[in-house]
């Protein structure tokens, strides 16, 4: 049902049920706020987005308040200006009064509206409580003295990620944010996916930043500092340094990291395509053998985290293999560069990604438990864009550089491992041809593209007909996990990515999300894929070059011990 | 897991949250308070994340995660009980009996809390010592209740 309301003395249109919110975005008038995310029910709790409502005694929350049919609202009257930058002064009285030191500096939505509302003193003053900022996580880092309990991170963890890790502990004044009996966030619920950072609007959620030891590493001169990108990388770079994400971006971007410092550039999307052949052999066997399925991919460390803590009966259906980060690092550590003549010990492994959660696979992941790690430093997108402004690297004066000769040919379907469905569309292309040694024809699976959380595909392969499933945002996987549970589908390979829509919106990419930013990264990378020559993994001559030379064939008992890793139980929590 | 713990979990029907009150009720008035071990038990029972389960016990007063004393005093610290002067009693209180509020006596006897409106304002101001309510008190009738407790033979 339509009908008329008045807002700032203007006729709008609203529709019954909407909130006065959705109808002032449609209209064009912004009001702030500091808890609403789109796609979430409201909760009201920043008060920030209160408006006047002709009839009602007090300011009512536009994010959750319906509109109806007699409503006068006023947006920006002087009542709701005073009343916004009073609750702005309040939320700010124990905020640290450390912006410049900031990690969010520049990119904090407190910060943006304390402008915005043209805060210039600091008006009410409290005691804050002296609260220890939480180290305990590899990949997350948390400032409780930042935090101004808009409870974003707590909604992002529960509906979206599904683990529930964090909630609002004590009552009135004394509430915060944490994990049951003050652990810190290193306990086994949180899978360290970093969507918590993602919406966090102040500085209190950040990852745990390896920066300064990728500058130590490539200022030292023992040091041979290589580096490792995600296929994301890319379209990310592009977008923040405002370059068009075309073709070039590539090799500009090997530039840029040449001038950095980093003596090789590698792709981590040529580990990628390792991962789907031994995976898509893995498969093959799995299936001769009668093995359970459906087979999980295991690209993810979140979403391998949450198996093995949360749902250890899944063990056995978890694909062995490990992430493409992990196998990367081995393969400079313990072939490239051992090749070109550098000790093992004296390389150093940084690897750029979009995520948080494989700082901690990479601490965790070890050679025989001894201490040296595939992977020295993990940083995030975001890190890799600061250590270019340190360096004052120019992008828009940036030679293209070819890439290496050795080890950075990578087929486009490793790439498509940066967003939900493209992990599962090159396992295909690759078992197709193991299975029936033709190509796949044609090689694009469209039901596993776009931004869907949930992608079905039946895929003919001979005779047989595969029925996959891709699923982006942990917590839709729980519905998936009681349909396998009750048997009633037949699904053969299921891919889990636990952010919403893969690695493109991973918790080490920009923060704030914007629907308009996946799409052009997702777009990046399926160009890729209709650009590129190569388009599967088992034509990539590097595979073969490996295969020969330090590998044996595909999951053979060598591979395994190189490339697999035996998934153990975690500690239920 | 605790005897005690599975034979309360056991009343309750398995995945169904609306439970969770009633049994973290039961345990904390039979076992006296809640750990970490019993919140996992709990989590299990429910399925429910621990910090979920943690989160609801952390906001209520009646709840708490360490063994109180044998004789556990609850000082009211609500409007009304604060104009009659419940800052002092609070002082007195500390004072006597060597605590501060939150805290337990090291000889496990006495412990010491602090707690919102107990609803019995006119009586203002008042304590409760374990079920017992004392009202009006004043400052000398404090120090005699804490006598009466610290003499009690056990």
Redesign the interface.
Do not use: E, S, Y
């Given at each position: 049902m339509q009908f008329d309301i008045d807002i700032n003395n203007q006729i709008v249109t609203a529709r019954k049920g909407e909130t006065i919110k959705h109808v002032l975005d449609r209209i064009g008038i912004k009001v702030p706020t500091l808890c609403f995310m789109e796609g979430f029910s409201p909760t009201g709790s920043c008060r920030m987005c209160v408006v006047e409502v002709e009839g009602i005694a007090q300011l009512v929350p536009s994010c959750s308040y319906p509109v109806q049919e007699w409503m006068k609202v006023y947006t920006h009257s002087p009542r709701v200006i005073k009343a916004r930058k009073t609750i702005l002064e309040l939320l700010l009285a124990s905020h640290p009064n450390d912006c410049l030191y900031c990690d969010k500096n520049g990119q904090c939505e407190l910060q943006y509206l304390a402008a915005e509302l043209h805060v210039r003193e600091r008006k009410y003053r409290v005691k804050s409580a002296s609260v220890q900022i939480d180290k305990s996580c590899p990949g997350i880092e948390r400032d409780p003295a930042k935090c101004i309990l808009c409870g974003r991170c707590i909604r992002v963890c529960d509906d979206v990620i599904g683990?529930?890790?964090?909630?609002?502990?004590?009552?009135g004044s004394n509430s915060r944010i944490g994990?049951?009996?003050n652990k810190g966030l290193n306990?086994d619920?949180c899978v360290k996916c970093g969507q918590c950072i993602q919406v966090c609007p102040t500085g209190a959620l950040t990852e745990k930043q390896s920066f300064e030891k990728v500058i130590e590493a490539l200022n030292n001169k023992n040091c041979f500092p290589v580096i490792q990108f995600s296929p994301t990388l890319p379209a990310s770079i592009a977008e923040a340094f405002n370059i068009k994400a075309s073709k070039d971006i590539l090799n500009i971007l090997r530039t840029a990291l040449k001038k950095t410092g980093f003596r090789q550039v590698f792709d981590t999307s040529m580990a990628a395509d390792l991962t789907l052949m031994e995976e898509a052999s893995g498969f093959i066997d799995r299936l001769n053998k009668h093995e359970p399925l459906p087979l999980f991919t295991s690209c993810c460390p979140s979403w391998v985290k949450f198996i093995e803590n949360s749902k250890p009966e899944y063990l056995k259906n978890l694909s062995s293999i490990r992430s493409p980060q992990q196998i990367m690092g081995r393969l400079i550590k313990q072939y490239i560069t051992s090749s070109a003549g550098q000790k093992p010990e004296n390389v150093f492994v940084v690897s750029v990604m979009p995520c948080t959660a494989k700082k901690d696979e990479a601490v965790n992941d070890h050679i025989n438990n001894s201490d040296t790690p595939f992977v020295d430093a993990v940083i995030t997108t975001r890190e890799l864009i600061q250590i270019f402004k340190l360096l004052g690297i120019d992008f828009s004066a940036l030679e293209p550089e070819p890439k290496d000769p050795a080890f950075s040919t990578r087929s486009s379907a490793g790439k498509l491992f940066g967003v939900s469905g493209g992990h599962l569309e090159g396992l295909l292309r690759t078992i197709h041809f193991m299975m029936t040694g033709q190509e796949m024809d044609p090689l694009k699976i469209n039901d596993l593209r776009g931004l869907k959380s949930r992608k079905e595909a039946r895929v003919r392969i001979g005779k047989q007909i595969l029925n996959v499933v891709a699923v982006s945002g942990l917590a839709n996987v729980k519905t998936l996990l009681d349909e396998i549970e009750t048997g009633g589908n037949d699904i053969h390979i299921v891919e889990v990515m636990a952010c919403p829509f893969g690695c493109i919106n991973g918790g080490g990419q920009q923060t704030g999300r914007d629907e308009k930013k996946l799409k052009t990264r997702m777009k990046a990378i399926y160009d890729v894929d209709e650009e590129e020559i190569i388009k599967v993994a088992h034509k990539n001559p590097i595979m073969t070059d490996l295969y020969e030379k330090f590998l044996a064939v595909p999951n053979s008992s060598r591979n395994k011990e190189l490339l697999h890793i035996s998934r153990i139980k975690g500690q239920?929590? | 897991m605790d005897e005690l713990v599975s034979r309360i979990l056991s009343k309750y029907p398995p995945d169904k949250k609306e439970g969770l009150l009633p049994i973290l009720q039961e345990i904390q008035a039979e076992n006296g308070f809640l750990t970490e071990e019993i919140l996992s038990g709990v989590s299990g029972h429910l399925n429910l994340p621990v910090n979920k389960i943690y989160g609801v016990a952390a906001f209520y007063n009646q709840f708490c995660f360490h063994p109180r004393g044998r004789y556990h005093f609850q000082l009211c610290h609500g409007t009304s009980c604060h104009l009659f002067g419940s800052s002092t009693l609070l002082g007195e209180l500390e004072k006597h009996l060597k605590i501060k509020a939150g805290n337990v006596s090291r000889d496990g006897k006495f412990s010491l809390e602090v707690v919102a409106c107990m609803g019995a304002c006119s009586q203002a101001p008042v304590i409760r010592v374990n079920e017992t309510w004392h009202t009006h008190i004043t400052p000398e009738a404090l120090c005699k209740i804490i006598r009466s407790f610290k003499d009690k033979k056990e």
């Open positions: 683990v529930g890790a964090i909630d609002i502990i004590g009552r994990t049951a009996f306990v619920t239920v929590q | -």
